[in-house]
């Protein structure tokens, strides 16, 4: 646990083993994530349909932090999620939503995977759309 004024730093390589928590924001350069196949198995492809009814089932809000005493009048409001309705719209087997204590959270980073399989779709379909119109233009 790191305490003290707002101007803490550090410098160099910091190693943390364990969960980090943080109630503001976090600034950084660059993020990465483990992500090399030797640390994986049984990989299976994610299902587009699947990708495609979460999407179409859940929606970006705006919203305040009543959490951390926002108050509508006074706070912009922020853009993302509710932890709830992606965990109603989700397979039992997907591991998104994440229970601090009886707080939920979003993997944010995770719901890229979801994109992307509906952007591939959304291409595909474009794809052949564009290959109808040009067989008809003959």
């Keep these: 646990s790191v305490s003290g004024a707002p101007s803490n730093s550090f410098t160099g ?10 109630s503001q924001t976090i600034t950084c350069n660059s993020l990465s994530q483990t ?6 198995d049984s990989i ?21 932090r009543t959490d951390l005493g926002e108050d509508a009048e006074n706070v912009e409001r922020r853009i993302g999620f509710i932890a709830q309705e992606i965990e109603s719209g989700m397979p039992s087997y997907w591991t998104n939503v994440v229970h601090q204590g009886e707080t939920k959270s979003v993997s944010y980073d995770r719901l890229v995977c979801v994109l992307w399989n509906c952007l591939k779709d959304t291409n595909a379909q474009v794809a ?3 290959a109808r119109v040009a067989a008809l233009e003959l």
Aim: proline content about 2%; charged content about 15%; overall charge neutral.
């Design 13 to 22: 390589n910091t190693s943390i083993t364990g969960n980090l928590n943080v």
């Design 35 to 40: 992500s090399d196949q030797t640390c994986k």
């Design 44 to 64: 299976l492809d994610l299902p587009t349909n699947e990708c495609l009814t979460l999407l179409q089932g859940i929606s970006a809000r705006k919203f305040i």
């Design 128 to 130: 052949a759309l564009t």
